[in-house]
């Protein structure tokens, strides 16, 4: 078949997207599904998931805890319509930062812009979606004038921000959701990235380029003489000043891949790089369908990640992995935690507190540096992880 771009804007499709609107879901906080968590997740995955709501509710979320929590999300969430949880959980203050692959994030903006995406089939002839101008992502249906009209939004954006020079994507997705509250009045009901603006919760992407914004911003660069340059390096100062400066800290990972580590590495960062011992994460739950023994990072455990400093030694019971495509996981777990005694926090807005806490950061590395050990002397232990506990 020769190239061309998928179907065009003027080819009927009317076949393959007669499927319901996807719209973003807020859970509410449903006693039944409470009672089904605690009464009937007796066992096996459904009694990890149990573990992971309570470990979250009864631990992270208490007041004298102060638990900095970072979310990190992989897998196709927002096209399947779990934007609404991010949402609901930062509009309540539980969870303070957030790390996405670019994917969840350009796919937010589809929603943000009001376009369609309809539910499914993954049992359809991806050759027939090709010439009617259908995108697919597995039963997710939406045609392929969103991804242009969507990029089209994101390069007139990129020219009207007048962003320059290297930024953290923290301050580019701020300034995007920002532009999105002035363009789509209403729409952090409904857009991760509106409501991240609205409520100061920071979004970092691990992989910045490998995403459709990431290949607007090249465009940018390469079509407009645009300097915006996303910089990796403020990306990792920026998380490793809000786990330097949480009293304890926590997260959620749902999925795994990259921003797992991106979070992950904070602490090694932390102790490895800059000599500062913070003694590793309070708490961990993860949601993945990945397995421990490929070895490779998503499946990892919290136990694994003791042994790099990553999760404190002493907290492994305040950790829990569930087994559980995330799509249905999550969902159960944020209705759980909004129903909770605890459901609601005062919001961190380190969006606004980067420079500070890197600032701090960079004092207490300083300081840090004047202990190190000099490159010819050997290293001979670790730092004591316990030290600032
Ligand atoms: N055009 C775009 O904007 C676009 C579209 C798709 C993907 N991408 C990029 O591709 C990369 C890969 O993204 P990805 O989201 O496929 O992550 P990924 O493939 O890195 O997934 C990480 C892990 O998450 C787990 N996982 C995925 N879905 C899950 C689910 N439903 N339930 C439980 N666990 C699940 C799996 O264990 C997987 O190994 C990202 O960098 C993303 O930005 C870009």
């Not at 973003?24 to 096996?44: H, K, N, V």
Request: aromatic residues 8%; negative net charge; glycine residues 10%.
């Amino acid at each position: 078949m020769p190239y061309r771009s998928p179907g065009s804007p003027e080819t009927p499709r009317p076949k393959y997207l007669t499927g319901k609107p996807i719209r973003y879901y807020r859970p509410r906080g449903s006693a039944d599904i409470r009672t089904l968590i605690e009464d009937g997740f007796q066992a096996f995955n459904a009694a990890r998931l149990g573990e992971a709501c309570r470990i979250f509710t009864d631990k992270m979320l208490l007041p004298e805890n102060d638990t900095t929590i970072g979310l990190t999300v992989a897998g196709a969430l927002t096209p399947a319509g779990l934007g609404g949880c991010i949402v609901e959980l930062m509009e309540r203050g539980l969870v303070d930062f957030v790390i996405s692959t670019g994917a969840n994030l350009y796919h937010d903006l589809h929603y943000a812009l009001n376009f369609t995406l309809h539910r499914g089939s993954p049992f359809v002839n991806d050759v027939e979606l090709y010439e009617e101008g259908v995108i697919r992502i597995y039963d997710v249906l939406f045609p392929a004038t969103v991804l242009l009209e969507t990029d089209l939004y994101v390069r007139d954006f990129l020219v009207r921000s007048g962003l320059a020079g290297p930024v953290s994507t923290a301050e580019l997705h701020y300034a995007l959701g920002k532009d999105l509250l002035e363009r789509q009045p209403g729409c952090q009901e409904y857009s991760v990235l509106a409501a991240a603006a609205a409520a100061g919760v920071p979004i970092y992407t691990s992989s910045p380029g490998d995403s459709s914004i990431g290949m607007n911003i090249a465009y940018h660069e390469l079509m407009n003489d645009g300097t915006l340059m996303v910089d990796p390096n403020k990306d990792v100062n920026e998380v490793c000043a809000f786990i330097l400066a949480g009293k304890k800290n926590g997260c959620v990972i749902l999925g795994g891949g990259s921003p797992k580590n991106f979070y992950l590495q904070g602490q090694p960062t932390l102790w490895e790089v800059y000599g500062i011992p913070k003694g590793g994460n309070d708490y961990f739950i993860q949601i993945t369908t990945d397995s421990v023994v490929w070895g490779g990072l998503s499946g990892a455990t919290p136990a694994e990640a003791v042994s790099w400093g990553k999760v404190n030694p002493g907290v492994l019971p305040d950790t829990a992995v569930a087994y559980v495509d995330s799509t249905i996981g999550f969902p159960l777990f944020c209705e759980y935690v909004v129903g909770a005694p605890t459901g609601r926090r005062p919001l961190k807005e380190l969006v606004h507190r980067r420079d500070e806490l890197v600032a701090a950061l960079k004092r207490e590395a300083k300081e840090a540096s004047k202990q190190h050990p000099q490159p010819d002397e050997p290293l001979e232990t670790m730092p004591d992880l316990e030290r600032h506990r």
